[in-house]
């Protein structure tokens, strides 16, 4: 198909456009954090700095706890741990709910179904409290264990919506010659739709990763021990009170975002070029 | 090569990458999450008691307080030692109260005094033996030990105190800090241009309580802890801001970072600030600024609101000998000096001070000078009230300071905010009857139960489900497969939201969860007719609500699909590129990106304003009006939002086969009928969940809204979740009222489910 040359000049300007748009206030993240007071306090339409300095990396990079141990390291650890963690405990609830819900038809489905959306509408602001009771009956108040709990299972009923759908794509006639050949539903299951939805999986799995990733309000509460904390809550340390660092806070929060965006990098990739290769070949 | 076979080798090099890739990711997190245990297991633990003590301090003073505690440490080595903890300050308060009462949390806790109120009531901190108290009474100076009494019991020992002061511009006021308000209002006419005479937070109740308290104004009646705070001499303090600011004494924005700004610049001769606050910028280059006592105005002497550092022992510890010998030392002589001379924070023994409250050890110091005007501070100001019912004051007062900084109706603001305050002071609803709770809930079980058989009754009936019951082994199946999903969301997500639905019907009240029944609807669905369509009221924040999440969704789901389609062409380059670029809004942490965003749209240094300052916005205050500070929250939240749309198309796209893209092609429809009648209505299935979700997120989205506007002008462009929050921590603590905020939010979505699958239904 021949592609006019004005048609890719429009496409790409459209493109760099939004990009600018989109990365401008990245850029002043990016100026706050290397701003050597810690503090924008001259600025105009463009964000160049006018000295650059890495303080505010190190300080947050190189920070220590009370006893001396690189905290920073160890926090990350904690924080990939327990995002990993909570991502595949909750997909795997996830998908095999998500299966239950699209290929299986038993009373109270549609229920079910309401239910897992409705669990999304009740604000967080309240349902916190509670949580935490609950939790503490159950004797996982303060352990890496139970913040794990948390997250996972309050992404799956999301994950359960996103997985569904995709799951309801893929037509039954599949299923159905699969089950002539007699397969079983668990073979269905994993040989079969499993690799279909996969860039499903991978935006579910990328969305419940960002949400345990970056949350910093239950686990600074939640958490009682300085080497089990989760990089959020270190990072809203460096603001509140009277005199903010928001140097540390931006140069924080961006070295934050790079697994997330390598996360993104690995997944998109899968979607996009492995679904290509597939449909060649179907 | 046939395309199969190109197609073939691509995959398997994809393949290959991708273990290559996962293998070398694998040993990296391997390698960051066994950094932890390896750490642990190679540091030593210290013999003895552990004492552990929470504290947000940051910077200088947490090193201070370290070097205090290893001191400790080394003092009582072998018996105990004393591990401290470091919490995000806006967490700690919560934190204390979920922990301390269960018996878990600190031995030893370090907070400013003014929470004290609400911790007793909630029955955190211990009340405090003489033993820990390192001076006598009589040495402390007057006031500090109020704000660590609560209800006559002495709960914690004042470590150092924390005042306002004047900071002034050496060169603009060449003859000396001035003495009263008066003169430096005159010096207006010897100022070059552009500068002020004064610049404070005129917008915060906090940094206006010294003209609050010498006009006379008293936060709470003597007698019965009734609020005055807009009635009498107060209330009439408020208008100052707009006088001052409207004589050209006051800066057009008169707020923290612009007065900071300003003075840093060398455009502001003297600035109303505290102790934590060393000034930077040009000025410290220049080196002409100094410290000063607060000046007098209209002949009295100005004094703040004084913040007491204190330490508390908690009422779970285990060891409270232990925790009170070490609250003995914090608060001691050692820290004492340590402190002045290290942070120049004011010592708390008035022994050290002499007549005119200059520090007798270092009068001419930086830190004596300091010491001398916090001194003076508290000697006519006050100890900020540590009632439970001071945390309702501020964001009224607030209000009525940044209606009169913008030159809007001050009497008006002035009412809205003695409403605001009512609507807080109301006595607790009368507890109904022990019994009722119980029949209620008994009803609830019974109404459930009925519906729920009544569902299982229709759904078997249906052919599909009958069938299914045929072919018994997939029955049971499906249940296994279900269960842990669905077994995890009931327990841990669907109970605490029918326990947070239930707390509805109670109020907190004195640390006491009470039984109110359906009284907080009441209050919130039926408010005084006049008051029904404001801000603040349920009603506008549903409307403002509404209309927030339909032009968001609407504005998410154009751009994402939009872009997506962009990306969709293979013979776009740097495709990858683009992606990464229009997926780092969703990446990135939203609470800094938010919180820039706020600042973009700053009047006075935001780079909005910069950028269209050829169109005249310099200066333009985007948050003085409804329409622009909705317009700001709407700009950052598709900022923010788009992306999970684009990449959910992205998804979506890629699952449809290019066969019948090409059928059409050569049935020789044009690009946008093909858009229109084959891509769209594909991906319309896949998106519409997404739709739904992001509607529902949309709805709720509390941080964009609280970070960037916080709700203003005057809590108008607040949404239900927003108001529900400020229900439950910034208006007293009425969490039974932010509950029923949270069940009409819900009730409301629910009838938006409903709608919307009915129209699904009728277009399918």
Redesign the interface.
């Known amino acids: 198909?021949k592609?006019r040359p004005l048609e890719?000049v429009l496409?790409?300007l459209?493109?760099l456009v939004?990009?600018t748009?989109?990365?401008?206030?990245?850029l002043?993240?990016v100026r706050?954090a290397l701003s050597p007071?810690g503090?924008?306090?001259?600025?105009?339409?463009l964000?160049i700095p006018d000295e650059v300095s890495l303080h505010s990396f190190s300080e947050f990079v190189f920070a220590q706890d009370?006893?001396g141990?690189?905290i920073f390291?160890?926090q990350?650890?904690?924080s990939?741990?327990v995002s990993?963690a909570a991502t595949i405990i909750g997909v795997?609830?996830?998908l095999?709910?998500?299966?239950?819900?699209s290929r299986?038809?038993?009373?109270?489905?549609?229920?079910?179904l309401?239910?897992?959306?409705?669990?999304?509408?009740?604000?967080?602001?309240?349902?916190?409290?509670?949580?935490?009771?609950?939790l503490?009956a159950l004797g996982l108040?303060?352990t890496t264990a139970g913040l794990v709990?948390?997250y996972?299972?309050?992404s799956?009923?999301?994950s359960?919506?996103?997985l569904?759908?995709?799951f309801?794509?893929i037509p039954r006639d599949l299923d159905e010659s699969a089950r002539l050949d007699g397969a079983s539903?668990?073979i269905i299951?994993t040989r079969i739709l499993l690799p279909l939805i996969r860039?499903?999986i991978g935006?579910t799995a990328?969305?419940s990763f960002?949400s345990a990733y970056?949350e910093?309000?239950m686990a600074?509460?939640f958490l009682?021990?300085?080497?089990r904390y989760t990089l959020?809550?270190?990072?809203?340390?460096?603001v509140?009170?009277?005199?903010p660092?928001w140097g540390v806070?931006?140069a924080g929060?961006?070295l934050?975002?790079i697994p997330?965006?390598a996360v993104?990098?690995?997944v998109?990739?899968?979607?996009?070029?492995?679904?290509?290769?597939g449909?060649?070949?179907? | 090569m046939t395309e199969a076979a190109r197609a073939a080798d691509a995959a398997r090099a994809l393949r290959r990458r991708t273990r290559i890739f996962l293998v070398t990711a694998a040993l990296a997190l391997l390698a960051v999450i066994l950094f932890r245990p390896i750490v642990i297991a190679t540091s030593p633990v210290p013999p003895g008691r552990r004492i552990v003590l929470w504290h947000s301090q940051r910077g200088a003073e947490k090193d201070a307080l370290e070097e205090l505690i290893r001191a400790f440490n080394v003092d009582h080595a072998g018996e105990l030692y004393v591990e401290p903890l470091n919490v995000p300050d806006g967490s700690m308060k919560d934190k204390l109260i979920r922990t301390v009462p269960r018996g878990g949390g600190p031995d030893v806790f370090i907070r400013p005094h003014n929470e004290l109120g609400e911790l007793v009531r909630d029955g955190v901190p211990r009340p405090l033996s003489p033993a820990a108290l390192p001076f006598g009474e009589a040495e402390y100076l007057p006031g500090l030990l109020d704000g660590t009494t609560f209800a006559g019991v002495r709960h914690g020992a004042p470590l150092t105190y924390k005042a306002l002061l004047l900071f002034y511009n050496t060169r603009l006021l060449p003859d000396g800090p001035p003495a009263t308000i008066e003169e430096l209002i005159q010096s207006r006419s010897t100022l070059p241009s552009g500068s002020y005479p004064l610049a404070y937070d005129a917008t915060s109740f906090f940094f206006h309580a010294p003209f609050f308290l010498a006009a006379g104004g008293q936060v709470f009646a003597a007698s019965d802890e009734r609020f005055t705070v807009f009635e009498g001499p107060g209330a009439e303090s408020f208008r100052l801001s707009g006088r001052l600011r409207a004589d050209g004494v006051l800066p057009p924005e008169p707020t923290y970072n612009e007065m900071l700004r300003l003075f840093e610049g060398g455009q502001a001769a003297a600035i109303v600030c505290g102790p934590w606050y060393t000034p930077q910028g040009t000025i410290a280059a220049s080196k002409e600024w100094g410290v000063a006592p607060l000046p007098s105005f209209e002949g009295r002497p100005l004094g703040s609101f004084v913040t007491v550092e204190a330490a508390f022992v908690s009422q779970s510890t285990t060891h409270p000998a232990e925790a009170e010998a070490l609250v003995a030392f914090l608060a001691g002589e050692r820290a004492q000096s340590l402190r002045f001379e290290r942070l120049a924070l004011p010592p708390v023994q008035s022994s050290m001070y002499g007549q005119g409250g200059e520090l007798e050890a270092s009068s001419s110091t930086l830190a004596g000078k300091l010491a001398r005007a916090e001194r003076l501070s508290l000697e006519h100001g006050q100890v900020t009230p540590n009632s439970t019912r001071m945390g309702a004051v501020w964001r009224p007062a607030d209000d009525v300071l940044k209606a009169s900084s913008a030159g809007r109706d001050v009497d008006a603001a002035l009412e809205d905010a003695r409403y605001a305050l009512a609507r807080v002071q109301t006595a607790a609803p009368p507890a109904r009857g022990p019994a009722l709770p119980g029949v209620l809930l008994a009803c609830l079980l019974l109404l459930g139960t009925v519906l729920l058989v009544r569902q299982v009754r229709t759904d078997m009936a249906a052919p599909d489900v009958a069938r299914s019951r045929l072919v018994g082994s997939w029955g049971r199946a499906a249940l296994a497969y279900l269960a842990p999903g669905v077994v995890a969301t009931f327990v841990l997500v669907l109970t605490p939201v029918v326990v947070a639905a239930g707390m509805s019907m109670f109020e907190y009240v004195e640390g006491r969860f009470v039984f109110v029944g359906l009284d907080n609807f009441r209050d919130i669905l039926l408010p005084p007719l006049d008051r029904a369509f404001e801000a603040r009221s349920f009603y506008f924040a549903l409307g403002v609500t509404v209309l927030w999440t339909l032009l968001n969704v609407l504005l998410h789901l154009t751009l994402g699909v939009a872009l997506a389609l962009l990306l969709r062409p293979t013979w776009v380059r740097f495709r990858t590129g683009y992606r990464i670029l229009l997926v780092l809004p969703w990446a990135i942490p939203n609470y800094i990106t938010a919180l820039m965003w706020k600042g973009m749209f700053n009047a006075q240094v935001g780079a909005i304003n910069a950028l269209l300052s050829p169109f005249g916005f310099e200066g333009f205050a985007w948050f003085d009006s409804f329409g622009t500070a909705f317009f700001a929250n709407l700009v950052t939240n598709t900022w923010l939002g788009f992306p999970f749309m684009m990449v959910v198309t992205l998804g979506a796209l890629t699952s449809l086969p290019k066969e019948v893209e090409e059928a059409s092609i050569l049935d020789g429809a044009s690009r946008w009928q093909r858009l229109v009648h084959v891509v769209l209505p594909h991906i319309r299935p896949a998106l519409v969940p997404s739709i739904i979700l992001g509607s529902v997120w949309t709805f709720n989205m509390f941080n964009v809204v609280y970070l960037v506007s916080g709700g203003e002008p005057g809590s108008q462009t607040d949404i239900l979740v927003s108001e529900a929050y400020r229900w439950a921590f910034e208006r007293g603590q009425r969490f039974g009222y932010a509950a029923a905020y949270s069940v009409l939010i819900f009730a409301f979505l629910v009838l938006y489910g409903r709608m919307t699958r009915r129209a699904a239904k009728e277009e399918a």
């Not at chain 1, 095999?96 to 819900?101: D, P, T």
């Not at chain 1, 409705?118 to 609950?134: C, H, I």
Request: hydrophobic letters at 55%; glycine letters at 8%; aromatic letters at 16%.
């Open positions: 198909m592609v890719v496409v790409h459209a493109l939004a990009s748009a989109v990365i401008y206030p990245v002043w993240v706050l007071s503090r924008l306090t001259e600025s105009g339409a964000p009370f006893y141990r690189p390291f160890i990350l650890g904690n990939l741990l990993g795997v609830f996830a095999s709910s998500a299966y239950g819900f299986f038809a038993f009373p109270l489905k549609n229920a079910g309401r239910a897992m959306l409705l669990s999304q509408m009740f604000p967080a602001v309240v349902t916190a409290v509670p949580l935490l009771f609950l503490d108040f303060g709990l948390i996972a299972t309050s799956v009923p999301f359960i919506w996103m569904k759908g995709y309801d794509v539903s668990w299951f860039p499903g935006l990328l969305f960002m970056n910093f309000i600074s509460v009682d021990d300085v080497t959020p809550v270190t990072l809203q340390q460096s509140g009170g009277f005199d660092n806070f931006a929060s961006l934050l975002s997330v965006v993104f990098f690995f998109q990739r899968q979607m996009v070029e492995g679904m290509t290769a449909a060649v070949k179907g």
